[in-house]
């Protein structure tokens, strides 16, 4: 088994973990409309695809395969989450999972959104 195959959030549904996103969002007074600007900035979605794929409950490996356009500047989102630094995650798709639970927390913390899209 490689490292890859290991994480089992690979194969979690994005659905089943985006509502707790959004209530860490909403519990600091933000917004599910901004937690799913975060997301389209992110990958790239329209907000009819970002509905289609919580619709059909695809797993996060999925889910960021079959992002549109990443956001070239995501690069940009460094710091610290879950007690691990962003911008050293090693596998492609972890780092990409950890970069929106880092954007989710800025938003939880009051950041403002031309400061988390890094604009």
Aim: hydrophobic fraction near 35%; include cysteine.
């Amino acid at each position: 088994m490689t490292t890859s195959d290991r994480h089992r959030i690979y194969g979690m549904s994005f659905a089943s973990v985006y509502p707790h996103y959004v209530a860490k969002a909403e519990k600091k007074g933000r917004t599910k409309r901004e937690v799913d600007a975060l997301i389209r900035w992110l990958t790239g979605y329209s907000q009819r695809q970002l509905r289609a794929q919580l619709k059909k409950e695809v797993d996060f490996k999925t889910f960021f395969a079959d992002a549109p356009e990443p956001n070239p500047r995501r690069e940009l989102i460094t710091g610290v989450v879950c007690g691990v630094r962003v911008e050293e995650v090693e596998q492609p798709l972890m780092q990409e999972i950890r970069r929106l639970d880092k954007l989710v927390d800025e938003l939880a913390r009051g950041k403002s959104m031309e400061k988390i899209l890094r604009e």
